[in-house]
């Protein structure tokens, strides 16, 4: 009897996990690595291809988690592979800080053509998101002459100090590193499923506008001496919350009104994940800087800084990074782009759309889903005790993102209390509803246990 070949494109479990190979790397990563780092389960990655992660016992797991939403158009695309060879083969580094590159052009020439409005741009090239944020941050202040700013409760910005100064995501993030960076105030981001301390869900753009101008203004901080506000359209570690187009509108203007730089946070958001470039692009608005990395270079460490040509006037010395725009990541960039504007950005927009309407009933059938919010292959779900009372269940969601990993789904949490999913942008409807349908089990087996 001939044996049906198993499919590529879906998990395939064949030891207990974690496996004999992976429990040996494991007990090593224990003894040298950090113990600084965050790992929700034992999983020990061996190979990717597309949405697919082998381990190092032969297990294969679906990803919906990207790589912390990274590799947009999948674990080791074709194209991006074929650029990387061809660049390493090529030149490896000179440093765009004192010379310069044709790739680093090219790919500042195409993220100034995708960034909002039609006005110029420039280009600030780093390796990662908490130097996008920490380049933007010297910029804003080195453009007003001002010195203070203003983030959002729940952000997340970075761990380096300055941008840790903006975070307001966890404590623990925050404890024992000191005084951070003076002149850093928060303000309610607006929640549209809890409203903001105490406010109906409804006015929650209104509230959080609202208590800029009559709370910080008034009583905290005088507009004039705010250099930046920084925001994400959709919060990632706050729970992949989205901000309401007209609160971005109103943010946009409020910023217009009293002379302070708009800096969205697109780390997480950008690069196609929503199903357009940019997640302010939902809002029709034109930020004064877009913050971009992980999804910018399938897995290259690079993050970028666009902003309008008039802000970037900071003067040669001011701001540099040695490796910032390092060659291969430079080249792997420009093939994620080559396949994001082809078919991934599109292939989001659909597949979440996908997703939304196959998860439109679950608030009736699991008593413990409060909210299933997303745009694009940007999606929370937020887990609650009572639906009713929207109490947190921060234990159910961290049961849920276990039993999905033993069951071959790569899931990560949000916030306190959220399943996040953010997986490559090239999966298709099968992989989806394998996806979902493991996630409705493990709800539905997680809430029997309570």
Known sequence: MQVAARKTNLPHIVTALPGPNAKKIVERDHQVVSPSYTRDYPLVAKTGRGAMIEDADGNTFLDFAAG????ATGHCHPQVVAAIQKQAAELIHMSCTDFYYQGTVDLAEKLASIAPGKGAKRVYFGNSGTEAVEAAMKLARYHTKRDKFIAFNGCFHGRTLGSLSLTASKAVQRKHFGSLLAGVFHTPYPNTYRGAYGGRPENASADALAHIENELF?????????????????????????????FLQGLERLCRKHGIMLVADEVQSGMGRTGKWWAVDH??????MICTAKGIASGMPLSAVIAKAEVMDWKPGAHASTFGG?????AAALATIGVLETEAIANAARVGEFILQQTAGWRERHESVGEIRGKGLMIGIELVRDQKTKEKAPELRNRVIDMAFRKGLLVLGAGENSLRLAPPLVIDEEQATFALSTLDACIAEAERAL
């Not at 920084?230 to 007209?246: N, R």
């Not at 390092?326 to 430079?330: D, G, K, L, Q, T």
């Open 68 to 71: 912390i939403a990274v590799v």
């Open 283 to 288: 809002a029709g608005i034109e930020p004064d």
């Open 218 to 246: 008034k009583r905290l901080v005088d507009p004039e001496e705010v250099a930046a506000i920084f925001v994400e359209p959709i919060q990632g570690e706050g729970g992949y919350l989205i901000a309401p187009a007209e």
């Open 326 to 330: 390092n060659p291969v990541s430079i």
